[in-house]
């Protein structure tokens, strides 16, 4: 048992880095070890490079423009999404929330009353259904 616990500690030692003594735990601490500790400071953050700042805005802009796209191309509504139009059209607007929606569906208050707008609005397109969802 004894061999093998050993065996464990050299195989871990080959990975972890070598042991402090105490006192020199202690002097780190004190400050007296002439050498900083590189990233020493707390709460340390490195500046962001001017390119990593620009490569992040190029793929914002690349999955608001893929977003924009998708919404334009119209594809058909999904059955789901058909089923809750059909409340979110024929019903009015405080029945939407007071009332059962059919086909067992259940969306979030607000989204509803937001797709009912929307639809009153632009009328009852695919557009217009999804206008909420796009937006928020």
Same mark, same amino acid.
Do not use: C, H
């Given at each position: ?6 065996? *464990? ?15 020199? *735990? ?50 058909? *509504? ?59």
């Amino acid at each position: 048992m004894l061999l093998r616990e050993n065996a *464990l500690r050299r195989a871990a030692s080959a990975f972890l880095p070598p042991r402090k003594s105490v006192t020199a *735990l202690q002097e780190s601490f004190d400050g007296s070890d002439s050498a900083p500790l590189q990233g020493d400071r707390i709460g340390f953050t490195p500046e962001p490079s001017q390119r990593s700042t620009q490569l992040l805005y190029l793929v914002l802009l690349l999955g608001a423009a893929i977003r924009v796209v998708q919404y334009f191309r119209r594809p058909a *509504l999904w059955l789901d999404e058909a089923m809750l139009s059909i409340s979110i059209v024929k019903r009015p607007l405080r029945a939407l929330i007071f009332s059962p929606l059919e086909f067992n569906q259940s969306a979030p208050p607000l989204y509803l009353q937001i797709a009912k707008i929307s639809t009153m609005i632009f009328g009852p397109t695919e557009l217009a259904l999804r206008l909420p969802s796009f937006l928020f």
